[in-house]
T-cell receptor, first 114, second 118 residues
Framework: DAGITQSPRHKVTETGTPVTLRCHQTENHRYMYWYRQDPGHGLRLIHYSYGVKDTDKGEVSDGYSVSRSKTEDFLLTLESATSSQTSVYFC?????????????FGPGTRLTVT | AQSVTQLDSQVPVFEEAPVELRCNYSSSVSVYLFWYVQYPNQGLQLLLKYLSGSTLVKGINGFEAEFNKSQTSFHLRKPSVHISDTAEYFCAVSVPLNYGGATNKLIFGTGTLLAVQP
């Protein structure tokens, strides 16, 4: 158990509304990631963080922003949700061992944009 | 560009039969490979990893994988599957996010659904 929780676990929202997903870890790992999972695509990286206030874009970052004001929390915000952002969102941490190569995942948030 | 290919989207197999899930990768840098398992409505769990050393890697739940550099493959195997192994399996390669390689990301294949039948 990597000590990762995500909230909410399920959310239904309307197009155009802002949405914030939260990832919380209990073990003070430096590296945190947000991925989205879609059928036929596997998981794709949205944003990542390498420390408090240190974040950067992944491969599918359009329409998303992130913030990390504390080591334990990494927030993903959809500024104006669209139907194409309907997906399952996973947060991950890297413990920093082995050159932060391996990652451990939270339980996911299923987001539906109607 | 780095990529991972899982050719089989679904693999049906009978209980107690052996299984192999195929994974091929493309990477121009040092290769670090992983298999993850996802049970229905759950997150991804690390099954096993290859970072260096022995090319035969053993993981949890009786799974193993073999790193084959010449064939750029990292196939997952289990000699005898159980109903409880029914899940989706993802192969992934770790690559640097930026020049200098201080931070890595995982590139995933599209997944293989292992369907174990009684």
């Amino acid at each position: 158990d990597a000590g990762i929780t995500q909230s909410p676990r399920h959310k239904v929202t309307e197009t155009g509304t802002p949405v914030t997903l939260r990832c919380h870890q209990t073990e003070n790992h430096r590296y945190m990631y947000w991925y989205r999972q879609d059928p036929g695509h596997g998981l794709r990286l949205i944003h990542y963080s390498y420390g408090v206030k240190d974040t950067d874009k992944g491969e599918v970052s359009d329409g998303y922003s992130v913030s990390r004001s504390k080591t334990e929390d990494f927030l993903l915000t959809l500024e104006s949700a669209t139907s194409s952002q309907t997906s399952v969102y996973f947060c991950a941490i890297s413990p920093g061992t082995s050159g932060n190569l391996e990652q451990y995942f939270g339980p996911g948030t299923r987001l539906t944009v109607t | 560009a780095q990529s991972v290919t899982q050719l089989d989207s679904q693999v049906p197999v009978f209980e107690e039969a052996p299984v192999e899930l195929r994974c091929n990768y493309s990477s121009s840098v040092s290769v670090y490979l992983f298999w993850y398992v996802q049970y229905p409505n759950q997150g991804l769990q690390l099954l096993l990893k290859y970072l260096s050393g022995s090319t035969l890697v053993k993981g949890i739940n009786g799974f193993e994988a073999e790193f084959n550099k010449s064939q750029t493959s990292f196939h997952l195997r289990k000699p005898s599957v159980h109903i409880s192994d029914t899940a989706e399996y993802f192969c992934a390669v770790s690559v640097p996010l930026n020049y200098g390689g201080a931070t890595n990301k995982l590139i995933f294949g599209t997944g293989t659904l292992l369907a174990v039948q009684p």
